[in-house]
């Protein structure tokens, strides 16, 4: 497969690869697609949710609810990688100032998350995105991606990357896609799963 030609991020690839050195019991392979638009969004915003909405940036974010968001929104797609960081190497990550992370609110609770990462200059890479599982299937992704590329296009930026696995959600490719995104590579990987960790449903 192709590897990725753009310019990319040391660390966010390793979703997949970066659990080889731990002992394991399973493996899983999955396809890594990497996306990037150049340009604001064109299309008119989704309809906003029918329910009280509000993004916050979060500001001195505390270890616990990071990983509580962290946890809860990637475990149905094993997001792994930043259980096994210690809250040291964690806290470093997010306290940098380029390192942004907004938390999406329905009715006063924490319903998705989006992390954006513009350490690079000139590209602003969504690191993680996704939403509470209770919120999933509602039509509120496209909405709060949409928002989260106006945040993005704020910086001066002149790319926005992503990357989907097909561990993601089965909506996240096409989801990008009629976001903007177009694919420029895609890469074989393998998950290697420690022990303990508990496979969701749909793939044990």
């Not at 969004?41 to 974010?61: F, G, Q, Y």
């Not at 968001?69 to 210690?86: F, Q, V």
């Not at 690079?120 to 709060?144: H, N």
């Amino acid at each position: 497969m192709d590897a990725p030609t753009r310019p990319y991020r040391p660390g966010l690839e390793v979703r997949a690869s970066e659990f080889t050195i731990l002992d394991t019991t399973r493996t899983i392979p999955t396809i890594v697609t990497y996306l990037a638009t150049e340009s604001r969004p064109s299309a008119h915003a989704p309809p906003r949710p029918l329910l009280k909405t509000a993004i916050m940036r979060c500001h001195d974010v505390p270890i616990h609810f990071y990983r509580y968001l962290y946890n809860t929104i990637g475990e149905p797609y094993l997001w792994l990688e930043r259980r096994r960081w210690t809250d040291e190497k964690l806290a470093e990550l997010i306290a940098d100032p380029s390192v942004m992370l907004y938390v999406l609110y329905i009715e006063g609770v924490p319903a998705g998350m989006s992390e954006l990462d513009f350490r690079v200059d000139g590209i602003g890479q969504i690191a993680f995105f996704g939403l509470m599982p209770e919120f999933t299937g509602r039509r509120i992704g496209p909405w709060f991606l949409h928002q989260t590329l106006e945040v993005a296009w704020a910086e001066p930026i002149n790319e926005v990357q992503v990357e989907t696995c097909t561990l993601d959600h089965r909506k996240a490719l096409s989801t990008y896609q009629r976001a903007g995104f177009e694919p420029y590579a895609r890469s074989e990987k393998t998950i290697s799963v420690p022990e303990g960790i508990s496979l969701p449903p749909h793939m044990a």
